[in-house]
């Protein structure tokens, strides 16, 4: 018998085997989907259960979050903290702006300072005071830390910082009289915050959604969050109050 009489055979074998592998490639896309599918509603329904715990939510925003609708965003969130300055000379661009939209919303409004190691605290007040003036809102005044260039838990000066920090928080207290929060990761707050202020009240920016003790007032749970108005995404940082509604009306002056 002839060697063509043989090709149709091999052909159709091969053709075969070449059906098979793409329904078996098909069929694994199709499992690892679905179990990606799977794994992201098991995820999503623990979130929502880990975040259904707290019952008083908010977010911080800035410049970069760009034109928020305060009456929408109350709808959803309890509470707002705008960022107003950094150091002794820098300010938020939309600061004035949102404050001013942020007043006819049915939710309390705060303010946020970033703090710097190179200013002195005398500096970093009368900045502040400057630009913010009397629009404080009703919460706490956050004073942001975050550890950069050489200013580390390696720095054997940060001592003589945190004394800074306290006078800084002393100057806040004193003039607006609406108390101070620290607003850190973990690590600063352990390290740098505590030793100089430790009785002051606290917002974990690295936490997660669970219960911390005392002083951890607020959580921030996802600094790199994402609300959708008028079909935009905007970037805004989401928290959670640690406590119960009774406790918050005492931390936001509702009382």
């Known amino acids: 018998m002839r060697r063509?009489?043989?090709q149709p055979i091999y052909e159709d074998t091969f053709r075969r085997r070449r059906r098979w592998h793409r329904v078996v490639v098909l069929l694994i896309a199709l499992l690892l989907g679905g179990f990606g599918?799977?794994?992201w509603h098991q995820w999503q329904q623990y979130h929502?259960?880990?975040l259904a715990q707290f019952p008083v939510r908010g977010v911080s925003?800035?410049?970069d979050s760009g034109y928020l609708d305060f009456q929408q965003l109350a709808k959803h969130h309890q509470f707002v903290y705008l960022q107003a300055?950094?150091?002794a000379t820098y300010?938020?661009?939309d600061f004035s702006n949102n404050y001013s939209r942020s007043q006819g919303a049915s939710m309390k409004v705060g303010v946020m300072h970033t703090?710097?190691?190179?200013?002195?605290?005398?500096?970093?007040?009368?900045?502040?005071?400057?630009i913010v003036g009397n629009d404080t809102g009703t919460l706490p005044i956050v004073v942001n830390v975050a550890y950069y260039d050489q200013f580390n838990s390696d720095n054997q000066s940060m001592a003589k910082q945190g004394q800074k920090l306290k006078a800084l928080v002393t100057r806040l207290e004193n003039t607006y009289q609406q108390g101070v929060i620290i607003q850190a990761k973990q690590a600063v707050l352990t390290q740098f915050v505590r030793p100089a202020l430790p009785h002051q009240a606290e917002w974990v920016v690295d936490g997660k959604l669970q219960h911390y003790a005392s002083p951890v007032q607020l959580i921030e749970y996802d600094a790199t969050g994402r609300l959708t108005q008028s079909g935009q995404s905007q970037a805004v940082g989401l928290s959670v109050f640690n406590g119960a509604r009774r406790q918050w009306a005492t931390f936001s002056h509702d009382d």
């Open 37 to 39: 599918t799977w794994g």
């Open 4 to 6: 063509r009489d043989y």
């Open 61 to 63: 925003i800035n410049q």
């Open 115 to 130: 703090f710097s190691f190179t200013s002195s605290a005398k500096r970093q007040y009368a900045h502040f005071s400057q």
């Open 85 to 87: 300055t950094s150091g």
């Open 48 to 50: 929502a259960a880990q």
């Open 91 to 93: 300010s938020d661009d």
